[in-house]
């Protein structure tokens, strides 16, 4: 018997990290609530809709109306995976390179001009198609059940990922079986801390059900997301992007050295007014 659909059906009867079941509410909709745990994680507590299914994740996810951009733009798209990569490789050594969530492949494009091996690894036929059409390795799979070998990867990249699961310290787990000692990984997860969705979450695209509600389940911050991939034995190495980058070329390594006074300034300002709406962090799997 199908559930009453009409009724929030709880997903999450206590918090992700810490396992606690004392919550505020942060936001309350009619078809779904979001609380936040006295550790400070902010999560999705009830829905009135069953999870997203991997049939959510077809052609129109990508190219439906309110999606009608995520296609546009390729090159830039590119260009910030590259410097996601590029930030992965100031702690770790190039190698083969699994790209979590992979998309329509801008990750994988940049991995190639950086002459990386790479594999995407999406919940999506449509997308894991378009990748294959593209020229570049992916496979259909879940995060919670990497279709990989232990110890396969030296290199993970998770670009707004994270959130989409319930089950954090799976996925996570997940990870660390398929990376190698020493292997590291690029996460980039939006930021609960961020000031206009502190200030009115009511109105927030991070929690309203027409948004990003529906389809996120967990928001972190950088001391929520290191607590929790410390407990899956990944070390934390980095938050936030790096300024100089030793293996971009030589023209970018300088031109960042020229605006390195203003660019450090505009990351303090950054995170002095909660400026920032997702952060970056590399943590490393213990040698």
């Given at each position: 018997?199908?559930?009453?659909?009409t009724?929030?059906?709880?997903?999450?009867?206590?918090?992700?990290?810490?396992?606690?079941v004392t919550?505020?509410?942060?936001?309350?909709?009619?078809?779904?609530?979001w609380v936040?745990?006295?550790?400070?994680?902010?999560?999705?507590?009830t829905?009135?809709?069953?999870?997203?299914a991997?049939a959510?994740?077809?052609?129109?996810?990508?190219?439906?109306?309110?999606?009608s951009?995520?296609?546009?733009?390729?090159?830039?798209?590119?260009?910030?995976?590259?410097?996601?990569i590029l930030?992965?490789?100031?702690?770790?050594?190039?190698?083969?390179l699994?790209d979590?969530?992979?998309?329509?492949?801008?990750g994988?494009?940049a991995a190639?001009?950086?002459?990386?091996?790479a594999?995407?690894?999406?919940?999506?036929?449509?997308a894991?198609e378009?990748?294959?059409k593209?020229?570049?390795?992916?496979?259909?799979?879940?995060?919670d059940?990497?279709?990989f070998?232990?110890?396969?990867?030296?290199?993970?990249?998770?670009?707004?990922v994270?959130?989409?699961?319930?089950?954090p310290?799976t996925v996570?787990?997940?990870?660390r079986r398929?990376?190698?000692?020493?292997?590291?990984?690029?996460?980039?997860?939006?930021q609960?801390g961020?000031?206009r969705?502190v200030?009115?979450?009511?109105r927030?695209?991070?929690?309203?059900?027409?948004?990003a509600g529906?389809?996120?389940?967990?928001?972190?911050?950088?001391?929520?997301?290191?607590?929790?991939?410390?407990?899956?034995?990944?070390v934390?190495?980095?938050?936030?992007?790096h300024?100089?980058?030793?293996?971009?070329?030589?023209?970018?390594?300088?031109?960042?050295?020229?605006?390195l006074?203003?660019f450090?300034?505009?990351?303090a300002?950054?995170?002095?007014?909660?400026?920032?709406k997702?952060f970056?962090?590399?943590?490393?799997?213990?040698?």
């Open positions: 018997m199908l559930p009453d659909m009724v929030p059906l709880t997903i999450q009867q206590k918090c992700p990290l810490c396992g606690g919550y505020y509410a942060v936001a309350t909709f009619p078809e779904l609530t936040s745990c006295s550790c400070g994680l902010i999560y999705k507590r829905e009135a809709e069953q999870s997203v991997a959510a994740y077809d052609e129109t996810y990508f190219t439906e109306s309110d999606r951009s995520y296609n546009k733009r390729t090159r830039h798209r590119i260009r910030k995976s590259k410097v996601q930030n992965l490789l100031e702690h770790v050594r190039p190698g083969p699994l979590v969530g992979c998309s329509l492949g801008y994988l494009a190639g001009e950086l002459g990386l091996e594999v995407g690894l999406d919940i999506s036929e449509f894991v378009t990748c294959r593209r020229g570049f390795k992916a496979e259909k799979g879940s995060i059940q990497m279709p070998a232990d110890a396969t990867f030296q290199m993970v990249v998770m670009k707004h994270l959130e989409h699961t319930p089950e310290g996570l787990r997940e990870v398929i990376l190698r000692p020493g292997g590291a990984v690029f996460i980039s997860t939006p609960a961020y000031n969705a200030k009115n979450p009511a927030s695209r991070f929690y309203r059900p027409e948004n529906r389809d996120h389940f967990i928001y972190y911050t950088p001391v929520t997301l290191s607590r929790l991939l410390k407990e899956e034995q990944l934390p190495v980095r938050i936030h992007p300024i100089i980058l030793r293996h971009a070329c030589a023209a970018e390594r300088y031109g960042r050295m020229a605006i006074p203003f450090a300034a505009a990351q300002l950054a995170d002095l007014l909660a400026l920032r997702e970056w962090l590399v943590a490393m799997k213990p040698e």
